[in-house]
């Protein structure tokens, strides 16, 4: 069975794929919706979800609250799927899925972890090189393009939320779905230049290749040679996921959102889609700036820390890369729903003021400055 998956690479690709979304990014994006409303209850000295339960005779479980992402995902299956007389019906069942399908397509460049070993597995490996004649990568597409790749189908999503505000033949809609189209496409911008100053320095495209650029030492990690692009980047990617404090395309205060006329499991996905989205930015992030599946001074075949060495078999260093990798990106998530909390909305006006008038130009230094510091190391060739 192992030399079948080892032959067939595309039966290697689908497995990943589907233990990745299913096992991993979907739950994931199910508890944040928990942890939003649990977050935002704990700073504003509020209970939050804790009625929903499980009942098994006289045993009572609520779970902190846990369960009622479980019943506001049955109650969209059973709620009444209305279209509005007047929509495109077509336009209107697509939009749902172009804004979600290019997130979750996307998660086929992040890599999880170093490539398995196969025969390996129980064994230190000193030398991977010579000792690992066939390898398992822990990444469902390795393509040279790589972000490109990203930025490319990302740039999808666009359609999805502007089809939703104009599909829906409603005026509050369509100005919905003109404003998100806005400020996607303004801040898609900013953060393919923050990412270009990885690039320089890491002289590839490939997110396996970034990983392995920065090494298990933190002092070589994005987050320390490209402090700048990291802020920059994470500023226009939380703008791109359309959320507070960027979530003007459906402010309540302010307009009616894109998705209005939605009901159901149309909605559960336009909903599902923005937390999907924060997992994904925090994946992008994790691969970029801090050191993807690289673990502090975890080598191959074990720790090394000041002269101190702890040899472990490769698949106890494959699971602790594994396992640190998914600590990386639920503390991201986390700060994410931090800031949600903490920060005011933005008017119209700052919020393009922000992304083309500050965020832009810092980018574009940012390019400038980085180019200049790799010329100068190669000594001018």
């Known amino acids: 069975m192992l030399e079948f998956l080892i032959e067939h690479t595309w039966l290697q690709a689908l497995i990943k794929m589907a233990l990745l979304i299913l096992a991993f990014v979907m739950p994931l994006a199910s508890l944040s919706t928990w942890a939003e409303r649990r977050q935002s209850a704990m700073m504003q000295d509020r209970l939050g979800p804790n009625r929903a339960e499980l009942r098994l005779g006289s045993i009572e479980l609520r779970l902190w609250g846990i369960l009622h992402f479980v019943a506001d995902a049955l109650k969209m299956v059973f709620k009444e799927d209305v279209v509005p007389a007047r929509a495109n019906r077509f336009l209107f069942g697509l939009a749902p899925i172009l804004a979600i399908a290019p997130v979750i397509i996307t998660f086929a460049i992040i890599p999880f972890g170093s490539d398995l070993c ?5 064994e230190v490996l000193r030398d991977p090189a010579s000792m690992c004649t066939s390898t398992i990568p822990l990444q469902v597409a390795r393509i040279d393009q ?19 505000g104009w599909a829906s033949y409603n005026k509050w809609s369509l100005l919905g779905g003109l404003r998100a189209s806005s400020q996607m496409m303004s801040y898609e911008v900013t953060m393919g ?4 100053g990885a690039f320089l320095i890491y002289g590839t495209l490939e997110p396996h290749a970034m990983v392995l650029a920065q090494g298990p030492t933190p002092s070589s990690w994005g987050i320390v040679t490209q ?6 980047f994470l500023t226009a990617a939380i703008a791109e ?8 395309p459906e402010g309540e205060p302010e307009i009616i959102g894109y998705f209005v006329e939605y009901s159901g499991m149309r909605f559960g996905i336009f909903f599902l ?14 691969t970029v700036f801090l050191g993807g599946w690289q673990v502090p001074w975890l080598y191959p075949d074990g720790f090394h820390l000041m002269g101190w060495t702890l040899e472990l ?18 503390v991201l ?8 909390w903490t920060l005011p909305r933005f008017r119209p006006d700052q919020l393009m003021r922000l992304g083309w008038k500050q965020l832009l130009p810092a980018s574009l230094i940012n390019i400038v400055v980085t180019a200049g510091v790799v010329l100068a190391r190669s000594g001018g060739r």
């Open 118 to 122: 196969v025969g390996h597995a129980f």
């Open 146 to 164: 790589g972000f490109l790749f990203y930025f490319a189908l990302a740039s999808l999503a666009v359609y999805g939320t502007t089809l939703a």
């Open 193 to 196: 230049l923050s990412l270009m």
């Open 227 to 232: 402090p700048l692009a990291f802020f920059i």
């Open 241 to 248: 996921t359309k959320r507070a404090p960027f979530d003007l």
């Open 273 to 286: 889609a923005e937390f999907v989205e924060t997992i994904f930015l925090a994946a992008v992030v994790t």
């Open 313 to 330: 078999p490769h698949l106890a260093v494959v699971l602790i890369q594994l396992v640190v990798w998914s600590l990386k990106i639920i």
């Open 333 to 340: 998530c986390w700060l994410q729903l931090l800031i949600r």
